[in-house]
């Protein structure tokens, strides 16, 4: 699913390539609970998914994923969310 040079932007850090991307997404999601996806935008090449994440430590946040798709494969993530929550 992720192109070798994928990159991931976010409001707690960045990532380069599929390894470190695979490792940061992993560390995220060890510590999630439950993901409700609200809803899925796609135009052409981009896709942009609106979901709620909550953690044993805060939650449930407002997310929203900015994901780049060429030729099958994701080449950019962007995340915004308010991080406070998780930084109390």
């Given amino acids: ?50 979901f709620e994440l909550s953690t044993r430590a805060a939650g449930p946040l407002a997310i929203v994923n900015w994901s780049h798709v060429e030729a099958g494969r994701i080449t950019w993530i962007r995340v915004t969310f308010d991080p406070r929550p998780l930084l109390s």
Avoid at 3 to 20: I, K, M, N, P
Wanted: charged share 20%.
């Fill in 1 to 50: 699913m992720l192109h070798d040079a994928v990159t991931f932007d976010g409001a707690l850090g960045s990532t380069r390539g599929v390894e470190d991307t695979i490792a940061g997404l992993g560390r995220m999601f060890a510590m999630t609970e439950q993901v409700d996806v609200l809803h899925r935008w796609i135009d052409g090449p981009d896709v942009l998914t609106w």
